[in-house]
C-alpha cells in the first residue's frame, strides 16, 4: 500500500513543493539497487503524465524543477519552484508486485 | 509523435460485456508492452492489465481476474480489453498505456486520454 501525505498542499508561486509517498514494504530491488517507484502528474481533463521513475530518474522533457529522492519505504517529490502550470494532482506508484497507486496529492498556488 | 486512441466506451448494464480498443501510433508497437489502466470519477488510478509485446505474458488485477481479457493485434498496431460480466464498480475511465520495461508491468510514459464505461442500469 502506497500512503501520500498530504492530501492538499498550497504553497506560493516560486516556494518549494514537497510530496511524500510512503510503502508498506520496501520496493527497493536488491538485486539491482533499484526502488521500484515513479510520480505522475494529472492535470484535469487530462491523461497521467509520468515526471520520475526508479524513484529519481527524470523522464525526458520534464522540468528540472521536478526531482524525486528517497528509497526502500520512504519516498519524495520536490518541485524546486512552484510554477502556475504545476497545479495538478500528483500520484506516487510502485510496480515493484502488482502495480498500485498512492491515493494522490493536489497541488494549488497559495 | 506517439499516439494512443482508445475506443469503445459506452453505456453498458450490470452483467453486460463491452470491448475496447486501442490504436497505436508513432513508435514500433510491436516492441512495446502495454497496459490497461482506469480511473473511477473523481478518483485515483488503478492498473487493470498487461501485456507483453509478444503476448505473454499477461496479468491482471484481481478486481478484473476471470472477466476481463487483454489482447494485441502487432500487425493492426491495436490493443484491446475485452470486458464481461460488467459491474457498477467498473464504471471509469480506461486508459491504454504504453510501458517503458520489459517482461512485467512497470511505468507507463504514453497514455490515451481514456474511453469513458459506464455500468448502470
Known amino acids: 500500500v502506497l500512503t501520500q501525505s498530504p492530501e492538499s498542499l498550497a504553497v506560493s508561486l516560486g516556494e518549494r513543493a514537497t510530496i511524500n509517498c510512503k510503502s508498506s514494504?520496501?520496493?527497493?530491488?536488491?538485486?539491482?539497487?533499484?526502488?521500484?517507484l515513479a510520480w505522475y502528474q494529472q492535470k484535469p481533463g487530462q491523461p497521467p503524465k509520468l515526471l520520475i521513475y526508479w524513484a529519481s530518474t527524470r523522464e525526458s522533457g520534464v522540468p528540472d524543477r521536478f526531482s524525486g529522492s528517497g528509497s526502500g519505504t520512504d519516498f519524495t517529490l520536490t518541485i524546486s519552484s512552484l510554477q502556475a502550470e504545476d497545479v495538478a494532482v500528483y500520484y506516487c506508484q510502485q510496480c515493484f508486485g502488482t502495480p498500485t497507486f498512492g491515493q494522490g496529492t493536489r497541488l494549488e498556488i497559495k | 509523435d506517439v499516439h494512443l486512441v482508445e475506443s469503445g466506451g459506452a453505456l453498458v448494464q450490470p452483467g453486460g460485456s463491452l470491448r475496447l480498443s486501442c490504436a497505436a501510433s508513432g513508435f514500433t508497437f510491436n516492441t512495446f508492452d502495454m497496459n490497461w489502466l482506469r480511473q473511477a470519477p473523481g478518483k485515483g488510478l488503478e492498473w487493470v492489465s498487461y501485456?507483453?509485446?509478444?503476448?505473454?505474458?499477461?496479468y491482471y488485477a484481481d478486481s478484473v481476474k476471470g472477466r476481463f481479457t487483454i489482447s494485441r493485434d502487432n500487425a493492426k498496431n491495436s490493443l484491446s480489453l475485452q470486458m464481461n460480466n460488467l459491474r457498477v464498480e467498473d464504471t471509469a475511465m480506461y486508459y491504454c498505456?504504453?510501458?517503458?520495461?520489459?517482461?512485467?508491468?512497470?511505468?507507463?510514459?504514453?497514455w490515451g486520454q481514456g474511453t469513458l464505461v459506464t455500468v448502470s442500469s
Open positions: 514494504q520496501s520496493i527497493l530491488y536488491s538485486s539491482n539497487n533499484k526502488n521500484y
Open positions: 498505456a504504453r510501458d517503458i520495461c520489459t517482461g512485467s508491468s512497470c511505468y507507463y510514459d504514453y
Open positions: 501485456i507483453s509485446s509478444s503476448s505473454s505474458p499477461i
